[in-house]
Nanobody, 126 residues
Framework: QVQLVESGGGLVQTGGSLRLSCANS????????TGWFRQAPGKEREFVAI????????AYADSVKGRFTISRDNAKNMVYLQMNSLQPENTAIYYC???????????????????WGEGTLVTVSS
């Protein structure tokens, strides 16, 4: 069974950076695409970024392109999200999740993912 655990969230000022980590304890982590989503208070959970199982393909939400970078280290069973130039509207709980299929979705919905972690809170102060 896949278990994902996010870490690295915290409080940062506008324009600052954070690096989120997603650790996996399952055996099949390296076989599936992994994504980051976020959910702000009172809003739906939304797609942020996704990376293919091999790390060769990446896709981002338009709102984070050029500022966020997703990466993975399969040897360590880790996926990362480097977030730069953070803005107050980026404040949310950030979750990692695994794609239900091996197809690389460039704009996945939350319903396409499973094995969600508990999330890590990112707060950007103005």
């Amino acid at each position: 069974q896949v278990q994902l655990v996010e870490s690295g969230g915290g409080l940062v000022q506008t324009g600052g950076s954070l690096r989120l980590s997603c650790a996996n304890s399952g055996r099949t982590f390296t076989n599936y695409n992994t994504g980051w989503f976020r959910q702000a208070p009172g809003k739906e959970r939304e797609f942020v970024a996704i990376i293919s199982w091999s790390g060769t393909d990446r896709a981002y939400a338009d709102s984070v392109k050029g500022r966020f970078t997703i990466s993975r280290d399969n040897a360590k069973n880790m996926v990362y999200l480097q977030m730069n130039s953070l803005q107050p509207e980026n404040t949310a709980i950030y979750y990692c999740a695994r794609d239900k299929t091996t197809y690389f979705h460039t704009t996945p919905t939350a319903a396409m993912m499973h094995s969600w972690g508990e999330g890590t809170l990112v707060t950007v102060s103005s």
